[in-house]
């Protein structure tokens, strides 16, 4: 008996295990439910750890589980791999304007010629190359440099379905619907329809319906596939702004409300990755032009160049970015900077500078009162051969004396010195950047021995200690992100 119950019970548990879904939303909380129903606002879920039923629009939910979910319940297909990204270019101008298109002729990005003319939004689009800065090889969507009506084309161009090649219709219909052409996923659907009417009737059914709505509703979508061309232009608040005028719309249908939100949810997606490579690579840029300021600067002393880099630096550069990419400083270029990914690290180098961040050098001490004791003993032997008679020259060796920190900035004339020592201190005491690792570099004085020789009386010759590297052998340097 008591085999049994417990059998019962593992296979009650095993059964509530297969239907518990598995959502994540958009503000990274995680969820256990059993979904019960969707429709085009959300999905209704039992809440397996608390109890209890609630709706959860669509908006909330991360998009990999979303599509998921809305393929499940036969709110949308799984079009997605039908119209993969085309092999193109992202041209940046000299204006630092940003495009993306499939080159309309092949092209040789080592010997430009005079004008490279890309497919952007469905018409050929040329640019001069004395007005471009930047091009490289990228993926572009195929609704970024096509027009639908082109894709679909494109697709035929080798062929269309016979009448009675329902298989034919049904990938057809499948890849205009994932080229947001409703119009001819119908034809093909109804052409499928009319040849074998059992064929996936339900599935059938379900999608002809949606895409009646959407061609009876073809202005209100032509506007939200004019809104998504905008994102794909780098043009965000224009597309964001047509999003919410289309979603204000008092005759809207709740599958183009949903449709216009989830878009607009793509946009602001689109926009935050956009923006976010953009202030990785800016800041790097800013960061480099006000060390370098500050670094030709003849009056600026040592001190202050610490204080601005560890307390102010970072708050110019971020409003540096706010301000030249209209974002909030706090709330989205800190947040952004944050989040940044940056796969090559960043070098700099404290130079000649180094004693002044790695203190006295080791062996220093031990090697100076040596140097005393041998510069005593000299002067003992020269004064005792002084009394027997003999002329000797009792003047005291002058060794080269290392400079302090102070004067070693005073009198630093190399400006890159400077910008590199500035930057290694930055790197390391500015809390911003990332420290990945440290480099070693000989000094090219001592030969990373730490000392140098020096000549006395007599010819004698003394172990000093560099006065460059101060002994410790070589130049420290960081490896930055």
Known sequence: MLKTLIASLMVCLCSAFVLADEITLTDGRYLQVKCLEANERGVRVHLLESGGEVWIPWTLIREADRKTLRVRFSLESDDSNLVPAEEGLRLVTKDGDEHMGVPVAPLDLQSLPDE??????????????????????????????????????????????????????????????????????????????????????????????????????????????????????????????????????????????????????????????????????????????????????????????????????????????????????????????????????????????????????????EREQALQQALAKMMAQQQQSSSGGQNTNTAMPKFPKPPTADEWWMKLSDSGSRTDWMKAYYAENGRQLKIVGERKIDCDRCGATGTIKHGGAQGAVFPVTCPRCQGHKTDKGVLYK
């Open 116 to 365: 490279v003319t890309l497919w952007v939004g469905g018409k050929e689009t040329a640019f001069k190359k004395n007005v471009i800065r930047m091009i490289e090889v990228c993926e572009v969507p195929a609704l970024a440099a096509f027009t639908p009506e082109q894709l679909y084309q494109r697709k035929v161009k080798d062929g269309a379905p016979a009448a009675d090649d329902v298989q034919g219709h049904w990938d057809l219909g499948r890849f205009c619907i994932a080229i947001e052409a409703p119009e001819l996923a119908i034809r093909h659907l109804l052409a499928l329809k009319l040849t074998d009417p059992e064929f996936q009737t339900e599935t059938v059914a379900r999608e002809l319906g949606r895409m009646e709505e959407l061609a009876r509703n073809a202005r209100v979508v032509r506007a939200i596939f004019d809104a998504k061309q905008e994102a794909y232009f780098k043009r965000f608040a224009r597309s964001v702004q047509m999003l919410d005028e289309i979603v204000a719309l008092a005759e809207i249908t709740p599958m183009l409300k949903s449709q216009a939100e989830m878009t607009k949810e793509f946009v602001l997606k689109k926009r935050w990755e956009h923006f976010r490579s953009m202030v990785r690579r800016d800041y790097f840029a800013f960061m480099e032009q006000r060390i370098g300021k500050m670094a030709r600067d003849e009056k600026i002393t040592l001190k202050d160049a610490q204080k601005e880099l560890r307390s102010t630096l970072h708050k110019d550069i971020v409003a540096d970015l706010a301000a030249k990419h209209a974002l909030d400083a706090k709330t989205e270029v800190q947040k952004m900077w944050e989040e940044r990914e940056v796969h090559s690290p960043y070098s700099a180098c404290y130079v000649s500078g180094s004693f002044i961040v790695l203190g006295r050098a080791p062996g220093a001490q």
